[in-house]
């Protein structure tokens, strides 16, 4: 996203004053929307004969509280991932132990 902002800020100054400022995204939102308008449409003319594509339904996402249970499941796999982990580093560490002692 950064590269885009800095495109972005780069043709407002290189442009302003121009016959050509007029063309050019005033924020960093209009500006991804053009870019994925122009590769939406490379992609209809490359593969749909320039036509759009059949619309696609998206789902809205998850509500807040279905957002809370899924951040508190991640969090639960990411501990339950961890403690596995932590105990098969602790084997590990104690057989260096004991060839080291032997």
């Known amino acids: 996203m950064a590269r ?10 290189l442009t302003y004053g121009t016959e050509i400022a007029g063309e050019v995204p005033d924020s ?15 992609w209809e003319d490359q593969l749909n004969e320039g036509m759009p594509f059949a619309p696609a339904t998206l789902s809205p996402g998850p509500g807040p509280s279905g957002a809370r249970e899924g951040a508190a499941k991640r969090t639960a796999a990411r501990r339950e991932q ?16 004991s060839r080291a002692s032997a």
């Open 4 to 13: 885009s902002a800095a495109t972005m800020r780069g043709t407002q100054a």
């Open 28 to 42: 960093l939102t209009r500006f991804v929307q053009m870019a994925m308008e122009a590769h939406c449409t490379y």
């Open 82 to 97: 961890a403690d596995r982990a932590e105990d098969t580093e602790v084997p590990a560490a104690q057989r260096r132990r």
